[in-house]
């Protein structure tokens, strides 16, 4: 093993770099992300371009749906400095618990609804009351109780009379992510309903749900209520929102909504 001489102004040298690197660490300020499974993607991608230009700030993701995360910010199992809410009940339920003032809530994206099935599948020429045949034995859908997709897709099934008649074939997934890694490898005969935008290489696209047959879909952003804001809060809630962040959820197949 190679030995290197030691000097006191060596030493001093190291001494230096290890301060300096621990002064730049220290001074990284962290936030956390608490956001709605369905937009984790496209977040990341945003949080990525936020950082080249912000390298003090060090970016936390937590991906679970919208319910769950809500449901752990009010019972403090989790901490966040920002919540987004792939539905408007969930941020009520936020404002409810003085967690996210009202008036810092805005509505920047859309989206809508899909039945999709494995690239194996057999299923061509679909229609919505295929559901009810012989030709889906399983429905993928989200949890209605904290998942927005999955609640929307129930009111889409109610709505056309089809949720008591295939209630047997449902099977719910806690989140999205879950739901298409789920459909991708189950058998020939099972579609999912969820967001277009969670559509991946390993899916197949086979309808588009008539958006009447559900509430509009809408994502809600917001910062939470706290006593010594971050500083890097308000700058990466206009970036998110600005032109390069909204190009990136258009790219994402989301839609862009007024707010």
Known sequence: MIKFPTTPFSISIISFVV????ATHAQAEELTLAVANSTCKAIK?????????HSDIALTYICKSSGRLAKGLRGNAIEADIYVSANRDWMDYMIDADLVSPTQVTQPWGNELVVATPLNS???DFKWEDLDSDKVETILIGDPSTAPFGRYGKQALATTELWKK???KIQTKKHITLLVNTLAEAPPTT??????SNINESVRMLHTIDPTWHAPIRYYLAPLTKEHPKNNVASFLRFIQGDEGQAVFLDQGFKLTKH
């Open 19 to 22: 301060l300096l690197m621990s």
């Open 191 to 196: 579609v999912g309903i969820l967001f277009p």
């Open 122 to 124: 057999k299923i061509t």
């Open 166 to 168: 295939v209630r047997h």
């Open 45 to 53: 991608k945003i949080g990525d371009l936020y950082q080249q230009t």
